[in-house]
């Protein structure tokens, strides 16, 4: 399975947009890019997922460019509550959903 | 729904015992997936069920763990017998229709084997 290249961490203050970046050079044709946050204690929860240009829901926008070798996870005035872990992650036919290390966002007062 | 539901939330064992940790997903749901998450190794896909079939048991670490789900409601994880460096966090996942949609993961059981 392609791999995936975060961050181990960013920090933020409240109110800043936040974009997380993952590159994944060896994306397959099939493969759809999920991003997923998870809270200490909690599973992973599902944020978005996308294959190509742009998309966007109540939480977050992705971008992906053409190529898709990366992706760019957004997140417009963060508060102190999306202190979590990201994860990017690759899914295609063959049903592996594979976690990366993630990364680990602190948003700080 | 009240989401994928796990059992139990936590759980002591001591080393040799055999453990059995449950899930029932989302109803509808066709897949199902266990996974397990350290601090050393993050989460790691474990095992994983399309409509009560495993498909994938590559992650398994060991013949001492086992999946089953026998009906579309439920499914097992057990260890047999436990060692300390099981401990872990459990996490269960179901979806509809695959990986390409989105997964929801139960709150997971925490096991500690002393």
């Known amino acids: 399975l392609a791999k995936t290249t975060q961050p181990i961490s960013m920090d933020s203050y409240e109110g800043q947009e936040v974009n997380i970046t993952c590159s994944h050079n060896?994306?397959?044709?099939?493969?759809?890019i999920t991003w997923y946050q998870q809270f200490p204690s909690q599973g992973p929860r599902f944020i978005i997922q996308?294959?190509?240009t742009k998309v966007t829901n109540e939480v977050a926008s992705l971008f992906i460019p053409a190529d898709r070798k990366s992706s760019t996870l957004s997140l417009p005035r963060v508060s102190l509550s999306d202190t979590a872990v990201y994860y990017c992650?690759?899914?295609?036919?063959?049903?592996?959903?594979?976690f990366g290390t993630g990364t680990r966002l602190k948003v700080l007062a | 729904d009240a989401g994928v539901i796990q059992s139990p939330r936590h759980e002591v064992t001591e080393m040799g015992q055999e453990v059995t940790l449950r899930c029932k997903p989302i109803?509808?749901?066709?897949?199902l997936f266990w996974y397990r998450q350290t601090m050393m190794r993050g989460l790691e896909l474990l095992i994983y069920?399309?409509?009560?079939?495993?498909?994938?048991d590559s992650g398994m670490p060991e013949d001492r763990f086992s999946a089953k789900m026998p009906n579309a409601s439920f499914s097992t994880l057990k260890i047999q017998p436990s060692e300390p460096r099981d401990s872990a966090v459990y996490f269960c996942?179901?979806?509809?229709?695959?990986?390409?949609?989105?997964?929801?993961f139960g709150q997971g059981t925490r096991l500690t084997v002393v």
């Open positions: 109803s509808g749901h066709d897949y």
């Open positions: 060896n994306i397959a044709t099939n493969d759809y």
């Open positions: 069920f399309n409509n009560n079939v495993p498909i994938d």
């Open positions: 992650l690759l899914s295609s036919g063959t049903y592996k959903y594979i």
């Open positions: 996308g294959y190509k």
């Open positions: 996942a179901s979806s509809f229709r695959g990986l390409n949609t989105e997964a929801f």
